[in-house]
């Protein structure tokens, strides 16, 4: 095992099909075709060496991952394997047998996503007539069955001013912990900056409300919440460090460092279909490429917060400035600092591009 130790976590992305549209979509802009998949016994074999290696947890997720008849037995699978298995879903066309079922079949928890505490603009959100009634009804079925659920919520220009109706909501099903999920640009979603990104203001008003927020519901629920990444002035150790605490398996068998990964276009991906996941965390070149902190450039390379940031996202870095090895931009010693600066500050209106459509 590397010398960061096993990875706590896996994201199982098991497969792209997804019913919704969402205009901040975080799945890549090419997307896995169905016959590209892993199939049942793959995973099974995914799972088992996830839990060989020490993995604690694993996140079943998509687009939908109940789009797959195969979930109930790749649930089982990640159960025998010792691992907490959580389901990441949008909960639309997911009835109540089919979660009972996975209930049976080891699940422990479900994250649901409801992209507004209002009816009407959770589903044009969504794009998806329909998905608020669904998510809701889901989540009184996951609470009735005894499950632990989490609400996500990802905020944006359209709903950051409601975190304090999201929050309540998520109470309200029972939830015993939300995750305010501001949007992060890269992919389908940088499509839609200019409709999704709130002002400033607007950002700074939802970061001291979730701190308000979490002393009024101190004890009922654990609210999770971030500065958003274009309004801070120190970055955030992505995944907790690269190739550090997680990985993340595509629908065809790919086995990243983080979701976003696929951006940086030099790196290279080994695949489950022809390696070990352990062989993978440990040795592939994309897992190398920036864990620890030997590839820092300046100021990076001499920083005292290089042990506890890592040089912040690497896809934010390329994103912003085509090299993946400089300091993210959304670090104030940062020479690139001006280019998030100014996305801040940018305003401008204009329709969603609804993924899909």
């Known amino acids: 095992m590397s010398s960061t130790g096993a990875p706590l976590g896996m994201l199982a992305e098991l497969t792209h099909r997804c019913p919704l549209a969402c205009p901040y979509c975080s799945n890549p802009l090419e997307l896995e075709s169905r016959n590209t998949e892993l199939d ?3 995973w099974r074999r995914v799972m088992r060496e996830a839990g060989a290696m020490g993995v604690l947890q694993v996140h ?3 687009g939908e991952p109940a789009s797959r008849r195969d979930l109930e037995d790749i649930t089982k ?8 298995t959580n389901l990441i879903t949008s909960a639309v066309g997911v009835p109540p047998a089919r979660l009972a079922a996975l209930a049976d079949a080891g699940m422990d928890h479900v994250q649901i996503s409801i992209q507004d505490s209002v009816p009407k603009e959770a589903d044009r959100i969504a794009g998806y007539d329909g998905a608020y009634r669904q998510k809701v009804a889901l989540a009184h ?8 659920l989490t609400v996500n919520a990802v905020m944006h220009k359209h709903n950051i001013g409601r975190v304090a109706e999201m929050v309540a909501l998520a109470v309200s099903l029972g939830a015993q912990r939300v995750e305010i999920a501001h949007v992060q640009y890269y992919g389908w979603a940088l499509k839609n900056r200019a409709s999704l990104m709130p002002s400033r203001a607007d950002a700074e008003a939802a970061v001291a409300k979730i701190e308000q927020l979490r002393r009024d519901y101190q004890g009922r629920i654990v609210i999770d919440a971030v500065t958003p990444d274009y309004y801070a002035r120190l970055p955030k150790a992505c995944m907790g460090g690269w190739g550090r605490r997680s990985l993340n398996v595509t629908p065809s068998g790919r086995v990243l460092p983080c979701h976003a990964a696929e951006t940086i276009p030099a790196l290279e991906f080994w695949s489950v279909r022809d390696h070990a996941l352990s062989d993978i965390w440990e040795h592939s070149p994309a897992f190398t490429a920036f864990r620890g902190t030997a590839w820092m450039k300046e100021p990076c390379s001499t920083c005292v917060h290089r042990e506890k940031d890592f040089g912040g996202c690497r896809c934010q870095a390329f994103a912003m400035t085509g090299d993946a090895r400089v300091a993210d931009p959304v670090c104030h010693l940062s020479p690139h600092h001006q280019i998030v600066a100014e996305l801040a500050e940018a305003g401008g209106e204009q329709a969603f591009a609804y993924r899909g459509r």
Do not use: F, I, M, P
């Not at 079925?141 to 632990?148: D, I, M, N, P, S």
């Open 40 to 42: 049942t016994d793959t």
């Open 60 to 62: 079943l997720s998509g």
């Open 77 to 84: 699978a990640a159960r025998d394997a010792g691992l907490y």
């Open 141 to 148: 079925e996951v609470t009735r069955l005894g499950l632990r």
